[in-house]
């Protein structure tokens, strides 16, 4: 399904004979919240369900990276400006071979400095059990990690690595793109107009409602 034909769509589930007009950008700014409850929806049940991994597969970035900072251990890795949600992060210490990189544990960020400032030696983050949590500054998102992985330099061998998975937010110009091979699978795409149509229709009613308490409220005697 491209584009056009999910604003077909959307026009026959509304029934514009008794709905308001929608312009095709406003149906898209309705589509791209209705794609981003989609994955904010999946992703709930994404460690559970097979259903919501197979849903969620377009959305799924990966990225391998080699480090060659020739100064300084590496304690960041930045995401895609597109981010939505941290899936894993794997870290490899001293190693040329991803395969022998330890998952780190995902935690919020106040687990994440108790445990990197922590004197218990039994509470804190190892090469063996690392920790990992997602910041942001005023630019960009990064996954923060400890213990940081070692840089490129004469005395490192093997510099460390780092590789992640994350959910990727994509818009509507790409889940209903016009080259069937690169848009959502169509079983998606329907599941999205659903939800498209729900918040437009919500929309619709939440102006009505409004429009009554104003209307009752200008009715009212003085």
């Not at 870290?91 to 400032?117: C, E, H, M, P, T």
């Not at 437009?200 to 409004?210: F, K, L, P, R, V």
Request: aromatic content about 12%; some cysteine; charged content about 25%.
């Amino acid at each position: 399904m491209n584009l056009d034909e999910a604003h077909d769509l959307i026009d026959m589930l509304l029934d514009k004979v008794d709905q308001p007009y929608f312009t095709d950008d406003e149906k898209n700014m309705f589509i791209d919240q209705a794609i981003s409850a989609f994955i904010n929806g999946h992703y709930q049940f994404y460690e559970q369900e097979q259903v919501s991994r197979d849903a969620l597969a377009s959305f799924i970035y990966y990225s391998g990276k080699n480090n060659t900072d020739d100064t300084w251990e590496v304690a960041a890795a930045r995401l895609p400006d597109n981010y939505v949600h941290l899936i894993q992060i794997s870290l490899v210490y001293n190693s040329v071979s991803y395969s022998d990189g330890n998952q780190a544990k995902i935690v919020g960020v106040k687990d994440f400095y108790d445990r990197l400032y922590s004197s218990d030696p039994f509470n804190k983050a190892t090469t063996e059990d690392p920790i990992a949590y997602v910041r942001q500054d005023a630019t960009s998102t990064y996954i923060g990690f400890s213990p940081s992985i070692p840089a490129a330099d004469a005395d490192v061998t093997n510099p460390g690595k780092y590789r992640y998975n994350c959910l990727v937010f994509k818009d509507h110009s790409e889940c209903f793109d016009n080259n069937p091979q690169d848009a959502l699978k169509e079983l998606y795409q329907r599941e999205i107009i659903d939800i498209t149509v729900r918040k437009m229709i919500g929309n619709i009613e939440g102006a009505g409602i409004q429009f009554q308490q104003i209307e009752t409220e200008q009715s009212k005697p003085i």
